[in-house]
């Protein structure tokens, strides 16, 4: 993220100019932005002219819009921001009328909010200083396997391949042999296409023999992508099995440089003392409490979560936020479609783990 400016005054208001850089930019815009806010960018309306208004054409403009609604599409790299127009060129547009500003990485844009908490200017500061890391994770058994690649703030299912491998009594060895050959070629080609210069590593894992053998193949056929390969254990390969490999240990060492990795560490250890009936806070009002007392050392909480407070009750994640923070705690806003966030929506959308038991 490349900030350009801002102007903000210090109970919180003002704007700030900058321009998204790549798809964990756009993730990060879409939780900051809520509706009421106001957005300024250069964007295409299309426009109608003549009496009878028969003739169109798209004409580029600047225009603000008040924030009504925001969808981040991953797969096309974009956010869509919809809103009502409150400034632009009028013999062009409609005062009032609706518009949707697609946002991609290098488009410049101005947020103003009302109220900017320190959590999110904080994410954006981070969000300059960052540098791009990756890392692909590759599920595997005999029947299938599932590619991932995880950034700081995303998890995103890259490929899904079957092995299409004939039972015992339906082909000889043969047959089978040059099946499986087959299946881990494709498995290594999708695994060279999701790798860039920016992959910290590769991690395959899998039940049982198959990713061995996979490895063993990406050496002789990827030479240069064998030095970045972890092998692991995971009970399958589908989703499930990219999701165990976060909470195994061979993995933690390279995955903790990216946040999603610590994220799923901080709820493996929420759900630990939830189980031990340990130092931890869940729902809103116990987590409330624990703040107001300077209990609080991490505060997790979803996307969701924060954006609904944001929009509907804005005073009340103020002061819970401020006591976090006067009680030198940490925040971090859980994406609630990656595996961690899943599991804090299952418990309320919000927990903390606490230097001291409050009960």
Not at 54 to 83: N, P
Not at 143 to 156: M, P, S
Request: hydrophobic residues 40%.
């Amino acid at each position: 993220m490349r900030i350009l400016g801002e102007k903000i005054k210090k109970r919180g208001e003002g704007q700030i100019t900058l321009i998204p850089e790549n798809l964990d930019d756009l993730w990060l815009l879409y939780n900051i932005l809520t509706p009421g806010d106001i957005v300024y960018a250069q964007t295409f309306r299309r426009v109608k002219f003549g009496e009878d208004k028969s003739r169109s054409e798209r004409i580029s403009m600047f225009l603000g819009i008040e924030v009504t609604s925001i969808a981040f599409d991953k797969y096309s790299t974009r956010l869509r921001v919809k809103g009502k127009i409150i400034k632009g060129p009028e013999r062009l547009c409609s005062i009032g009328s609706f518009h949707t500003l697609n946002i991609s990485p290098n488009t410049k844009l101005t947020i103003h909010k009302r109220q900017w908490p320190k959590p999110l200017l904080e994410k954006l500061y981070q969000s300059t200083k960052r540098k791009t890391a990756e890392a692909v994770i590759v599920a595997i058994d005999s029947e299938e396997a599932t590619i991932a690649k995880l950034t700081d703030y995303t998890a995103a299912v890259k490929a899904t391949i079957y092995s299409h491998i004939p039972g015992k009594t339906l082909a000889d060895g043969k047959t089978r042999l040059q099946a499986l050959k087959t299946f881990l070629g494709q498995v290594a080609k999708a695994i060279s296409e999701n790798v860039t210069k920016d992959t910290i590593g590769i991690i395959i894992a899998g039940p049982a023999d198959t990713k061995n053998k996979l490895y063993e193949l990406i050496k002789e056929q990827y030479p240069q992508l064998a030095g970045k390969c972890i092998i692991d254990t995971v009970s399958d390969g589908t989703q499930a099995g990219v999701n165990e490999v976060l909470k195994r240990g061979a993995a933690i060492k390279m995955l903790k440089k990216l946040r999603i990795a610590m994220e799923e560490a901080l709820m493996e250890e929420i759900f630990e003392r939830i189980a031990k009936d340990g130092n931890v806070a869940y729902t809103l009002d116990d987590v409330e409490k624990a703040a107001e007392i300077g209990a609080v050392e991490t505060l997790l909480i979803t996307n969701n979560l924060f954006t609904k407070l944001m929009r509907e009750n804005p005073q009340r994640l103020e002061k819970l936020l401020e006591n976090v923070e006067q009680g030198r705690g940490k925040v971090h806003i859980v994406d609630i479609d990656t595996n961690a966030g899943m599991k804090l929506k299952a418990i309320g959308e919000i927990a903390a783990l606490l230097r001291y038991k409050i009960y």
